[in-house]
């Protein structure tokens, strides 16, 4: 199936047409050459309206973690992600609502098959690793974070990069010295396997270690 006929497929879906009717196209992204694939929960509101993931503080944070710089996580190619469901699903009480029961069962392996070339898939949050580890709902995200070379190498279990999460990370040290480092040195192999000019910039920032950024030159 090629990317043109699923989108279409989704935006007239009956449970996605009041959407469509709104204007509102599903928020995702699978291009063929992706390696790295990022199933996150859902899109919020402003990532609906903008049209664009992760490009907020989480989106910076997430790809400090990975890394890169936004050139290389938006324009390679390599990057994908892979909402629980691509569409906002609404306002709760206390937050966004969660992913719609029943739309990665209907998707997920649709849109994962138009990558044929997958070597990482990054599972954000507790929906993505409950429904691909096939975990209870009871299981702890802490404990499937900081176990994450269990599910290695074709699953890598994060937390959110919201900055909600700072206060998890400063009770949860081992993260930033031990998942992070893990992180960014499968996420160079997969690169440099694709190419071999892979330039080094030294990042600074606010934690724990310095980081590092690879850049692409295309």
């Known amino acids: 199936m090629s990317y043109s006929k699923l989108l279409k497929e989704i935006m007239y879906d ?59 996580f938006y324009d390679s190619g390599y ?14 009480k ?41 975990q209870r709902s009871t299981e702890k995200l802490t404990n499937t974070v900081k176990n994450f070379d269990r599910y290695l190498p074709e699953f890598f279990p994060l937390v959110h990069p919201s900055p909600r999460n700072n206060i998890w990370q400063s009770k949860n040290p081992w993260f930033l010295d ?7 040195e499968r996420v160079k192999a997969i690169l440099k396997q694709r190419f071999g000019n ?3 910039i030294v990042f600074k920032q606010s934690t724990r270690n310095s980081r ?3 850049s692409q030159n295309f």
């Not at 790295?36 to 944070?61: H, T, V, W």
């Not at 629980?84 to 306002?91: Q, T």
């Not at 719609?100 to 507790?126: S, V, Y």
């Not at 031990?178 to 960014?184: F, G, H, T």
């Open 14 to 72: 009956e449970d996605n047409i009041s959407y469509t009717e709104k204007g509102i196209k599903p928020l995702f992204s699978a291009p063929e050459t992706a390696q790295i694939i990022i199933i996150a929960q859902a899109p919020g509101i402003r990532a609906q309206e903008l049209g664009i993931f992760f490009n907020d503080l989480s989106g910076d944070k997430l790809r400090e973690w990975l890394g890169i710089d936004r050139e290389c």
């Open 212 to 214: 590092f950024f690879y």
């Open 94 to 134: 206390t937050g966004d609502l969660p992913p719609r029961k029943g739309f990665a069962e209907k998707w997920h392996k649709k849109t994962l098959d138009l990558m044929p070339n997958k070597q990482l898939i990054l599972l954000i949050g507790a929906y993505a690793q409950r429904y691909y580890l096939k």
């Open 198 to 200: 892979i330039q080094k």
């Open 178 to 184: 031990q998942v992070i480092p893990a992180l960014q």
């Open 79 to 92: 990057f994908a992600v892979v909402p629980m469901d691509y569409y906002f699903p609404g306002k709760g």
